[in-house]
């Protein structure tokens, strides 16, 4: 077999600012230690995220000079609907500016005290629009998902039995809807198998509980059924999809992953009624029916994301090019969440670093060090997004301490993933050199964001 190549070329570049490891050091410094304030500009290889900041093609942006403008029935809507209906059988098409409006909106007319939502795992903004609204957000991955080593096919499957004790205990008048996230992005980027989605479908129906898919990366989660699950080798990924959403009553999408734009999102439904008291919010917070919190050209963008991403060629060299990432790492002995998930390489910085106790922060050392060695941007997973201080303002640390390393569509070329490689195995042969952080200063709320560092 020959070489996967970037089943593309490049019309339009955007020059890499080079800096020299003085440069970072200063940049890191004054950014306090928290990749987050750094300027992009300052990161030479930019993974902090795979959300809307993909590369549009030039169908796509052609398609921006088309979009109809005008602010009730444009064409550039009708072209939208018919792509979304096509993909997900759905009857009801809501457009929405991001994922997280959709969410704010469903949960707005289903959530409520007392009411309980069960996925595999809640990505976090839906579960903080189902939490504001009173309501508690239910994760219930397979135990597989858990274990960092365990290669296994579909490790973001739901646990069945856990789903079926949840509805015993709360019953099923309390659960307005059960969702499957594919793929699984909180849990590692895991596949969910074909096979789960049908039995977390049937589960839930059983009990007259509605099935929702928040289908962000709904595209990389069919080419690993193709790939992984008996029976699906020789299906196209389109109707893989289609097979998939016709087990659901409704999904929300970010449209900023797996529609290769980098702004938008729509909500699903099926239900006449549901649909129409989702429209009513859709009008009251983001806009009329026809376009949602987007512009014209935006719906189209998205329109035509979302047939190329369907495309194998496409699929086959992202996947690939993650992949090839993780292979080349785990042959240098540098410690990963297994297998490589649809979108992003999760290293564990608690074998990495062993000598860095969780209270100085190893996920954060890491994503620093990094940065010092090749100019890599990343984001800890670890203590400081999900530590805490107890009552008495002990520290408590976080399940995991992982640095994402979240790959953006179409954007970096095969010689870049090379030189993350050698960036990341050079950080790791030095690695007994690399001490531990702590707070200079601790943000109250959301202290990845804006927390600032010290070397310990
Ligand atoms: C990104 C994401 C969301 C939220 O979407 P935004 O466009 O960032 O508002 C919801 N669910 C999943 C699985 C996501 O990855």
Same mark, same amino acid.
């Given at each position: 077999?020959?070489?996967?190549?970037?089943?593309?070329?490049?019309?339009?570049?955007?020059?890499?600012?080079?800096?020299?490891?003085?440069?970072?050091?200063?940049?890191?410094?004054?950014?306090?230690?928290?990749?987050?304030?750094?300027?992009?500009?300052?990161?030479?290889?930019?993974?902090?995220?795979?959300?809307?900041?993909?590369?549009?093609?030039?169908?796509?942006?052609?398609?921006?000079?088309?979009?109809?403008?005008?602010?009730?029935?444009?064409?550039?809507?009708?072209?939208?609907?018919?792509?979304?209906?096509?993909?997900?059988?759905?009857?009801?098409?809501?457009?929405?500016?991001?994922?997280?409006?959709?969410?704010?909106?469903?949960?707005?007319?289903?959530?409520?005290?007392?009411? *309980?939502? =069960?996925? /595999?795992?809640?990505?976090?903004? !839906?579960?903080?629009?189902?939490?504001?609204? $009173? &309501?508690?957000? @239910?994760?219930?991955?397979?135990?597989?998902?858990?274990?960092?080593?365990?290669?296994?096919?579909?490790?973001?499957?739901?646990?069945?039995?856990?789903?079926?004790?949840?509805?015993?205990? *709360?019953? =099923?008048? /309390?659960?307005?809807?059960?969702? !499957?996230?594919?793929?699984?992005?909180?849990? $590692? &980027?895991?596949? @969910?198998?074909?096979?789960?989605?049908?039995?977390?479908?049937?589960?839930?129906?059983?009990?007259?509980?509605?099935?929702?898919?928040?289908?962000?990366?709904?595209?990389?989660?069919?080419?690993?059924?193709?790939?992984?699950?008996?029976?699906?080798?020789?299906?196209?990924?389109?109707?893989?999809?289609?097979?998939?959403?016709?087990?659901?009553?409704?999904?929300?999408?970010?449209?900023?992953?797996?529609?290769?734009?980098?702004?938008?999102?729509?909500?699903?439904?099926?239900?006449?009624?549901?649909?129409?008291?989702?429209?009513?919010?859709?009008?009251?917070?983001?806009?009329?029916?026809?376009?949602?919190?987007?512009?014209?050209?935006?719906?189209?963008?998205?329109?035509?994301?979302?047939?190329?991403?369907?495309?194998?060629?496409?699929?086959?060299?992202?996947?690939?090019?993650?992949?090839?990432?993780?292979?080349?790492?785990?042959?240098?002995?540098?410690?990963?969440?297994?297998?490589?998930?649809?979108?992003?390489?999760?290293?564990?910085?608690?074998?990495?670093?062993?000598?860095?106790?969780?209270?100085?922060?190893?996920?954060?050392?890491?994503?620093?060090?990094?940065?010092?060695?090749?100019?890599?941007?990343?984001?800890?997973?670890?203590?400081?997004?999900?530590?805490?201080?107890?009552?008495?303002?002990?520290?408590?640390?976080?399940?995991?301490?992982?640095?994402?390393?979240?790959?953006?569509?179409?954007?970096?070329?095969?010689?870049?993933?090379?030189?993350?490689?050698?960036?990341?195995?050079?950080?790791?042969?030095?690695?007994?050199?690399?001490?531990?952080?702590?707070?200079?200063?601790?943000?109250?709320?959301?202290?990845?964001?804006?927390?600032?560092?010290?070397?310990?």
């Amino acid at each position: 077999m020959k070489t996967i190549i970037e089943p593309f070329k490049i019309k339009m570049v955007e020059p890499i600012r080079m800096t020299t490891r003085e440069e970072r050091e200063a940049a890191i410094r004054k950014a306090g230690y928290n990749l987050f304030k750094l300027p992009a500009e300052d990161c030479l290889i930019d993974l902090l995220t795979d959300s809307g900041t993909g590369a549009m093609s030039a169908e796509q942006w052609a398609g921006m000079m088309r979009g109809d403008e005008s602010y009730a029935g444009a064409r550039s809507f009708f072209r939208f609907e018919s792509v979304t209906k096509r993909l997900t059988g759905m009857r009801h098409i809501l457009p929405t500016h991001q994922g997280r409006a959709s969410e704010r909106i469903l949960f707005g007319v289903l959530g409520g005290p007392d009411k *309980v939502f =069960p996925s /595999n795992t809640h990505f976090d903004t !839906t579960r903080a629009n189902i939490e504001f609204g $009173g &309501g508690r957000a @239910v994760d219930l991955v397979d135990p597989a998902g858990k274990d960092p080593t365990l290669i296994a096919p579909f490790k973001g499957n739901m646990d069945i039995a856990a789903l079926e004790r949840l509805i015993a205990e *709360v019953g =099923p008048a /309390n659960i307005p809807l059960g969702a !499957t996230t594919v793929t699984n992005n909180a849990a $590692g &980027g895991q596949p @969910v198998s074909m096979a789960n989605i049908r039995q977390t479908r049937d589960v839930l129906h059983r009990h007259g509980i509605p099935f929702f898919i928040d289908c962000a990366r709904f595209a990389e989660n069919c080419w690993f059924i193709k790939m992984r699950e008996p029976g699906y080798a020789d299906r196209s990924l389109e109707s893989i999809a289609q097979e998939m959403f016709a087990l659901a009553d409704g999904c929300w999408m970010s449209a900023k992953k797996d529609a290769l734009v980098n702004i938008g999102g729509f909500l699903a439904i099926n239900d006449d009624d549901l649909a129409a008291r989702c429209r009513q919010m859709l009008v009251l917070t983001e806009g009329f029916p026809t376009y949602g919190g987007l512009a014209g050209r935006d719906l189209e963008a998205i329109a035509q994301g979302l047939i190329e991403v369907l495309d194998e060629e496409y699929m086959r060299y992202r996947i690939r090019s993650i992949e090839f990432l993780a292979e080349r790492l785990v042959a240098g002995g540098v410690p990963i969440f297994q297998p490589a998930g649809g979108h992003a390489i999760y290293l564990d910085a608690r074998r990495f670093l062993p000598h860095v106790p969780a209270e100085r922060f190893p996920g954060q050392s890491l994503a620093v060090a990094l940065y010092l060695e090749g100019g890599v941007r990343s984001v800890e997973i670890g203590s400081v997004m999900f530590g805490r201080r107890d009552p008495d303002g002990r520290f408590v640390g976080a399940a995991n301490e992982l640095v994402r390393l979240a790959i953006p569509r179409r954007v970096y070329t095969q010689s870049h993933i090379e030189y993350l490689v050698e960036v990341i195995l050079e950080v790791f042969a030095g690695r007994d050199a690399i001490g531990g952080l702590k707070f200079d200063f601790e943000a109250p709320i959301l202290r990845h964001f804006t927390s600032t560092f010290l070397p310990a």
